[in-house]
């Protein structure tokens, strides 16, 4: 119940077109949903994230679309770029002893044609 | 300002060998993680610290230990590897634990190949 499914697990884009990464969740107790970006021999980063009373935030290029009654969330990455290409993890935060828990998801590797 | 470091970038190991993965930090972060990565499991936390001096068990715990000594640095240590360890080992800092306000920052990671 604890976990965040996240497809597709590869996803190949032309440049400008419309990349869509889709996750879905169970456990109604999560309280946060960020996405990470992470570049090859990279840490993953910090890309965008929103919360669950919220339905759509959009930051430039890039925007997280949440449904909580379907109990899903994705990331849309408008006029994708070859500098995109990267692979995108969704997670989903808990609250958990002291803090906060995330849950990753599989993470999809995205890679963007020129 | 070098943000989150971690030692070494590559090792390989032989099965039963022991060694120790060290992350440091300069931002003054009370929170520090051990995540591990695999293909298609996305990352999962192996332990955390709230301080300095302390430590908690995260998801996949075993077969690892971990110690906080400094406020800085937060070290991994694996008693006796096994393949299972396999992986991309990952360290993060954050000021606090609230996730929502307070951005968790990651290492470049270390891959480690147990033989």
């Known amino acids: 119940q604890q976990q965040v499914k996240q497809s597709p697990q590869s996803l190949i884009v032309q440049k400008g077109g419309i990349s869509i990464i889709n996750c879905a969740y169970e456990?109604?107790?999560?309280?946060?949903f960020p996405w990470y970006q992470q570049f090859p021999g990279k840490g993953p980063a910090l890309l965008i994230a929103?919360?669950?009373?919220?339905s759509e935030k959009k930051e430039g290029r890039f925007t997280i679309s949440f449904n909580k009654s379907a109990k899903q969330f994705s990331l849309h990455i408008m006029d994708s770029q070859p500098g995109d290409s990267a692979t995108y993890f969704c997670a989903a935060s808990i609250r958990y002893n002291q803090g906060g828990k995330l849950i990753f998801g599989q993470g999809t590797e995205l890679s963007v044609k020129p | 300002n070098a943000g989150v470091t971690q030692t070494p970038k590559f090792r390989v190991l032989k099965t039963g060998q022991s060694m120790t993965l060290l992350c440091a930090q300069d931002?003054?972060?009370?929170?520090m993680y051990w995540y591990r990565q695999d293909p298609g499991m996305g990352l999962r936390l192996i332990h955390y610290?709230?301080?300095?001096?302390?430590?908690a068990k995260g998801e996949v715990p075993d077969g690892y230990n971990v110690s906080r000594l400094k406020k800085q640095n937060f070290l991994l240590g694996l008693e006796s590897a096994a393949p299972s360890q396999t992986s991309v080992y990952f360290c993060?800092?954050?000021?606090?634990?609230?996730?929502?306000?307070?951005?968790?920052?990651f290492g470049p990671g270390t891959r480690l190949t147990v033989l």
């Open positions: 610290s709230v301080g300095e001096g302390t430590t």
């Open positions: 456990n109604t107790a999560f309280d946060y």
């Open positions: 931002m003054n972060h009370e929170y």
């Open positions: 993060a800092s954050s000021y606090s634990g609230e996730i929502s306000t307070d951005t968790q920052y």
């Open positions: 929103i919360r669950p009373d919220v």
